[in-house]
């Protein structure tokens, strides 16, 4: 089985600092890890995705993420944060081998506050 | 621009009615999903399907059915409502291939009384 663990319910970061979302996974195979945030009243909309090849990933928004295959870990990452990035963050995993679109687990969320 | 819609927005229904909630889109995705998010659950899959006439049950689909009968549509019916189906929905399309990203739209806010 599956499964995604966001550790932190929340995380605060003063406005320009870096930000780091954590994310750890666990599946028998190589992952497919996805990203996505989550305004308020709003659908999730996708990030970034790590498939295979370079283990920093880079998308949308200035955001990042660095797979770490030891550790089991795609941790959400942005060098400067900015207040619009306040929203709730969501990590998903899926195993390639348990076939299509049935296989995605999401994380139960991180909310990101950027404070001014 | 492609989109998903749901409708509607928002409902209150009360216990033991029948409950349709639409989604529609203009991706020209095979796939598509139903998801409801719950605080401290994140979200669970309830049905999805990879084409017409396809359906099939998420983690969570007791109490829930599907049908798809073309591309853009995949309405969930909540068949005899109740309060544990209190929550937000939404529906998800994406592309065949399974590292594809997941498109989703605004979701639905269902309350049941």
């Known amino acids: 089985a599956q499964s995604v663990a966001q550790p932190e319910d929340q995380v605060n970061v003063a406005e320009g600092n870096p930000l780091t979302v954590k994310c750890t996974y666990s599946?028998?195979?190589?992952?497919?890890l996805f990203w996505y945030v989550q305004y308020p009243n709003r659908g999730l909309q996708f990030l970034l995705k790590y498939i295979t090849g370079d283990n920093l990933v880079k998308g949308s928004y200035g955001f990042e993420a660095e797979f770490n295959k030891s550790q089991t870990s795609f941790h959400l990452k942005k060098p400067s944060a900015l207040v619009s990035d306040s929203a709730l963050y969501f990590c998903a995993v899926r195993d390639p081998r348990g076939g299509g679109a049935d296989g995605l687990t999401f994380g139960k969320g991180t909310h990101l506050i950027i404070q001014p | 621009d492609a989109e998903i819609t749901q409708s509607p927005r928002h409902k209150i229904t009360e216990t033991g009615r029948q409950v349709t909630l639409a989604c529609h889109q203009t991706?020209?995705?095979?796939?598509m999903f139903w998801y409801r998010q719950d605080l401290g659950h994140g979200l669970r899959l309830i049905h999805y399907?990879?084409?017409?006439?396809?359906?099939n049950k998420g983690e969570v689909s007791d109490g829930y059915s599907v049908s798809r009968s073309n591309t853009e549509d995949l309405p969930l019916t909540l068949e005899s409502a109740a309060s544990s189906q209190t929550s937000v929905y939404f529906c998800a399309s994406s592309e065949l291939r399974d590292n594809s990203p997941l498109h989703f739209g605004n979701g639905t806010r269902l309350t049941v009384t």
């Open positions: 991706w020209n995705h095979n796939n």
């Open positions: 599946v028998s195979g190589n992952p497919y």
């Open positions: 399907s990879y084409g017409v006439q396809d359906t």
